[in-house]
Nanobody
Framework: QVQLVESGGGLVQPGESLTLSCAASTTSGRIRSINSWNWYRQVPGKEREVVAG???????DYSDFAKGRFTVSADNAANMVYLQMNNLQPEDTAVYLCNVDVTLVSGLIYNRVFWGKGTLVAVSS
């Protein structure tokens, strides 16, 4: 199993920035690689929506609301995924969750997808 822990959320004013981090760890074997990653967000009562994603091959993609403001990245050596968010607006208020596809080595070599529990981003003046 892989544990994903998001951090970096908080309360900011409109126009400010935050960088979210997602740390992947395992107590069983080791993480060989993070192959792809996505950030989602969820507001209570609404469906979870994708924010941005990327792959180890260098591909990135963003939802329309994130283009030009958010940047997704990863540090495979550190098993970390990031979401840099600029010019935050009240409508960006949500719980942000990371989702990663990893290759694990624990006797066998296999791929799995895991979710974090999220970090709250609140944007208000």
């Amino acid at each position: 199993q892989v544990q994903l822990v998001e951090s970096g959320g908080g309360l900011v004013q409109p126009g400010e920035s935050l960088t979210l981090s997602c740390a992947a760890s395992t107590t069983s074997g080791r993480i060989r690689s993070i192959n792809s990653w996505n950030w989602y967000r969820q507001v209570p009562g609404k469906e979870r929506e994708v924010v941005a994603g990327g792959t180890s091959g260098g591909f990135t993609d963003y939802s329309d609301f994130a283009k030009g403001r958010f940047t997704v990245s990863a540090d495979n050596a550190a098993n970390m995924v990031y979401l840099q968010m600029n010019n935050l607006q009240p409508e960006d208020t949500a719980v942000y969750l990371c989702n990663v596809d990893v290759t694990l080595v624990s006797g066998l070599i296999y791929n799995r997808v895991f979710w974090g529990k999220g970090t709250l981003v609140a944007v208000s003046s």
